[in-house]
């Protein structure tokens, strides 16, 4: 009997050794569960949204050198302790160092706190290094951009051209660069390479096709380039601004108003006031248009012109460093659009005009003539008791320098432009017609 006793202590003393040797990746309640590298790797990146972790915390010193994706930096175990008070403790996660004792340890402090779904990563970082990218903060990833660390700095995002990190290589196909497949094709699997998108998916994927091919070091930008820019890290463009000619410009702002794709039209010039193009903004200088940019809309359309080169060059590149994308300059400047169209004069400037006797002739072509209208001017429409602007222009002298207005933009402008396809070089247009007079308490008659 004695004998039978001792076997069945045997027994179960050889069935609790087989239980507490069965499968590493099970948990009883009160241990932590060791899980594998390739478990995460299909949790974490395969598909983001399996993620079964309210958190993971990476327990070693150094952090900042690499982490799993999403990975929180506790500053060791003693940090995570720290922490505890915050944490649900109804939730998964995940712990894991660079060795196993501190791992152990952090997934044991949350054990004995309470806390039932604790995880280990089995082999720690080496693991997860052995089979997938890891991430790495823009302060590390700059420092290695400038210890020239990196073999190649791949950015996957179709944003390339509006900024991208200087270096960086256009890898989206579909935004006029080379595919990440092709480009890696032929790369050095031993080097050092960084992975980076406006969005986590892209980036990830990048990466672990890398990784899947057999390249051995590959980063991703934790935070994307959202993280690099708020770092305040500087950034190149490939966007460039475009010469428009001003047979152009004045077809979208003349010819057909409706047409006009520009947002904004800035004169960067310092006599504005002489006259400028139709709806053009007066940005008082190459500074001044740097004052207004946080006002701007980037997805709009922008001409910059000036009555120089090296101004409007500065505007237009300006605009560019700055993330606008679609920044037009006219070619020639201002004397290439007074060669094919008026030039717009501000009610104070037509004013002195007027009062030095600058103008040949003042054309009314509005039908409200007999109301009210600038002292001297010409009845020019032939509907309101006046004559019709062609008969009126027909020996006039074409040297001269004239002035059009009206209460609307389209006559007012199609009376100018009348008088600039006759052969007349020097024709204005009061900006804001005859509404702009009235409002300046200019006199009428």
Not at 2 to 20: E, H, N, R, S, V
Request: hydrophobic fraction near 40%; include cysteine; proline fraction near 3%.
């Amino acid at each position: 009997m004695k004998k039978m006793k001792t076997y069945a202590i045997l027994l179960f003393a050889l069935g609790l050794f087989t239980m507490a040797c069965n499968d590493d990746n099970t948990m009883s309640g009160d241990v932590y569960t060791n899980v594998m590298a390739s478990q995460v790797k299909t949790e974490l990146v395969d598909d983001v949204s399996l993620s079964p972790y309210e958190a993971i915390f990476d327990v070693s010193p150094v952090y900042s050198a690499g982490h799993l994706p999403f990975a929180t930096n506790s500053n060791g175990v003693d940090g995570l302790e720290t922490m505890l008070g915050t944490l649900d403790k109804t939730k998964s996660y995940l712990v894991y160092c660079h060795s196993d004792a501190p791992s152990i340890a952090g997934a044991e402090l949350l054990i004995e706190n309470g806390f039932t779904k604790v995880y280990r990563l089995q082999g720690n970082y080496a693991a997860w290094d052995a089979i997938s990218f890891v991430d790495i903060m823009a302060s590390e990833a700059k420092s290695k951009i400038d210890a020239a660390g990196f073999e190649a700095i791949f950015d996957v995002s179709p944003h390339y051209d509006e900024q991208h990190i200087p270096g960086a290589t256009n890898a989206n196909a579909g935004a006029g660069g080379t595919d990440l497949a092709t480009l890696i094709a032929s790369m050095d699997k031993t080097k050092t390479y960084l992975v980076y998108c406006h969005a986590d998916a892209p980036s990830m994927a990048g990466a672990q096709l890398m990784e899947d091919a057999g390249f051995e070091n590959v980063f991703r930008l934790e935070g994307n380039f959202g993280a690099w820019t708020d770092a305040d890290y500087d950034v190149e463009t490939s966007a460039t601004y475009m010469d428009i000619m001003a047979s152009q410009v004045k077809m979208e702002l003349v010819d057909d108003v409706a047409i006009s794709p520009y947002e904004a039209i800035f004169d960067v010039s310092p006599v504005y006031s002489a006259g400028h193009l139709p709806f053009a903004t007066n940005s008082n200088g190459v500074d001044g248009l740097e004052t207004m940019l946080g006002t701007l809309d980037k997805t709009k359309s922008y001409l910059v012109y000036c009555h120089s080169d090296a101004p409007s060059i500065a505007g237009a590149e300006l605009l560019i460093e700055n993330g606008f994308t679609k920044v037009y300059r006219l070619q020639g400047n201002y004397a290439a659009w007074d060669d094919v169209s008026f030039v717009d004069i501000t009610a104070s400037e037509a004013k002195s005009k007027i009062d030095a006797a600058d103008f040949e002739a003042i054309f009314d072509v509005s039908p409200h003539y007999d109301e009210q209208h600038i002292p001297g001017a010409t009845n020019a429409n032939a509907g309101a008791g006046g004559t019709d602007l062609a008969t009126l222009i027909a020996s006039m002298d074409k040297t001269k320098t004239y002035l059009v207005y009206c209460h609307a933009d389209g006559p007012s402008m199609a009376g100018a432009q009348l008088m600039e396809d006759a052969g007349f070089k020097n024709v204005f247009r009061l900006e804001g017609n005859f509404g702009a007079w009235t409002d300046a308490g200019y006199t009428t008659e």
